[in-house]
């Protein structure tokens, strides 16, 4: 149907930057233990440790630009949609935005800038975004294939190979066996100790297991890079704009609210 799901420019951009990351490995003969290694070895049909020794196929260097996008693109949205919403919440919530401010500034004087060994230190910041992609998970609903007929625990049902299932994530954070008051933020919530008493699966935005979302870390550390230069220089307010409570449009793929975000923001 010739239809586009990019502008002209951005795929030519990747395709670039792809063709030429590996023409540069593959010439110096560089290896690394990441993503585009990986898909370097897929490329070249190597066996990739931990897979199937029968399924090696190859990627062309179009594929591999098509899956470097989408972890771009993962990560981007999960790590802007966290901010957006962190932000928000920080707002209505000065206390905690003094908190999570003090936080990264107890850090830099330790560290004197903002690296990844200081933002890995920055624990009230994670806490803060965890706590916001709870709330407002970017993704609402994941479709996930039976590979085998599994019998669910408890329960007289058996999921039937082939079959798809749904898994509720939106559903599942705001369920108050897990998180009492579900639409309040809280933070604390994600304290070691309260994360070693719920169930693991109680936490999944970017989903689990193998199919887990590529940009999950990528995203991640955007999002903690990001708060941290925010709200080191910067004071957010709720706008009269914004409404209270937010209301979700329930049209769209990637969690989004109805009439926008709105905050003022006040130079430190």
């Known amino acids: 149907f010739n239809v586009r799901l990019s502008n002209p420019d951005v795929a030519n951009f990747f395709m670039n930057a792809v063709r030429e990351t590996v023409e540069y490995r593959e010439k110096n003969k560089i290896q690394r233990n990441d993503f585009m290694d990986l898909l370097i070895r897929m ?3 190597e066996p990739i440790e931990g897979g199937d020794p029968n399924q090696v196929g190859q990627l062309t260097i179009e594929e591999i630009a098509a899956q470097s996008f989408v972890f771009f693109l ?5 790590s802007s949609t966290a901010m957006t919403f962190c932000l928000y919440e920080l707002a209505q919530n000065q206390e905690l935005q003094d908190k999570a401010r003090k936080n990264v500034l107890d850090v830099l004087k330790e560290h004197g800038s903002i690296s990844y060994e200081a933002v890995h230190d920055m624990k009230y910041i994670e806490m803060c ?12 609903n994941i479709l996930r294939e039976v590979t085998k007929d599994y019998p669910v625990q408890d329960m007289n049902v058996t ?13 599942i954070h705001h369920d108050p066996e897990y998180y009492p008051a579900p639409d309040q933020y809280d933070p604390e919530r994600f304290t070691p100790a309260a994360v070693a008493s719920r169930h693991q699966m ?6 689990e297991g193998p199919r887990v979302c590529i940009g999950q870390r990528f995203g991640m550390m955007q999002a903690r890079v990001g708060l941290a230069y925010l709200l080191k220089n910067f004071r957010f307010r709720l706008s009269e704009k914004t409404s209270v409570p937010l209301k979700i449009l329930a049209s769209s793929t990637v969690l989004a609210t109805q009439g926008g975000l709105w905050l003022h923001i006040e130079k430190l």
């Open 202 to 207: 109680a936490f999944v935005p970017f989903g």
């Open 159 to 171: 999921l039937p190979k082939g079959h798809r299932v749904m898994l509720p994530i939106y559903a």
């Open 43 to 45: 490329k070249n049909a």
């Open 74 to 78: 993962a990560g981007f949205e999960t």
């Open 129 to 140: 975004i965890n706590e916001s992609l709870r709330k407002y998970p970017p993704i609402a």
